[in-house]
């Protein structure tokens, strides 16, 4: 037997009930719950759903739920790292390496035309602008397409931190090394620059894509239920 939408949904409230409201969780408990309150319910049709759903939930043991978002945690973790890792790869040793190349080449070409700053302060308001610049653009392409359920998303959760991550770090931190060798020798500061800033613009880059595939990963569990 197939369970119908009313079922589907008693099951997804009893879940919520047990404090899981994270879509891609939600979702990952939901496919294993169904299928074993299906078996069930086969097995004996005069069984109600409450009381076949409490039995898949009593067999969790003591954590109950919480045993699968620990698991889906871990093995969201690898696979978010392997994709990230792989688009990396991408942009330093596949076509998209000439991506890299032309983006380090302009901000050289840049560099090397206003630079060097008779103040190194500039480097920094630079540098933090580059870097809030990033993640507004980063924030508004992360809110605008996931509406429906952005506020329920544990993935989309995770992207806001780091993209508030990598305004700290590239918004601040590069300005403050690049003014720190600028007070030392005035030629590294230009290397810093393009480096720096072609770290930053492709972070963004790189951080899209994954975003990407964190959307589309997302939706189709958002969409199998909904």
Wanted: positive net charge.
């Amino acid at each position: 037997m197939s369970l119908t939408k009313d079922q589907i949904e008693q099951i997804k409230k009893f879940i919520h009930s047990r404090g899981f409201t994270h879509i891609e969780i939600e979702m990952e408990i939901l496919d294993h719950v169904a299928s074993a309150v299906e078996a069930k319910m086969e097995k004996n049709p005069n069984k109600s759903i409450s009381k076949a759903i409490h039995e898949v939930h009593s067999g969790f043991g003591v954590m109950g739920f919480s045993v699968m978002e620990d698991e889906f945690r871990k093995s969201f973790s690898k696979l978010s790292r392997d994709k990230l890792l792989s688009i990396i790869f991408d942009y330093i040793a596949s076509v998209k390496a000439l991506r890299t190349l032309a983006i380090l080449l302009f901000f050289y070409l840049i560099g090397d035309t206003i630079l060097p700053f008779e103040n190194g302060t500039y480097y920094k308001i630079y540098f933090y602008l580059l870097g809030m610049t990033e993640a507004i653009i980063l924030l508004l392409a992360l809110y605008s397409g996931t509406k429906k359920w952005r506020k329920k998303s544990f993935v989309f959760s995770v992207y806001g931190m780091y993209t508030a991550f990598s305004f700290t770090l590239f918004g601040q931190g590069f300005g403050i090394l690049t003014d720190l060798f600028h007070q030392t020798n005035r030629l590294i500061p230009g290397l810093l620059f393009a480096m720096f800033s072609t770290i930053t613009v492709l972070y963004a880059i790189i951080f899209y894509e994954m975003m990407q595939w964190g959307y589309r990963w997302t939706n189709e569990r958002y969409l199998k239920y909904a």
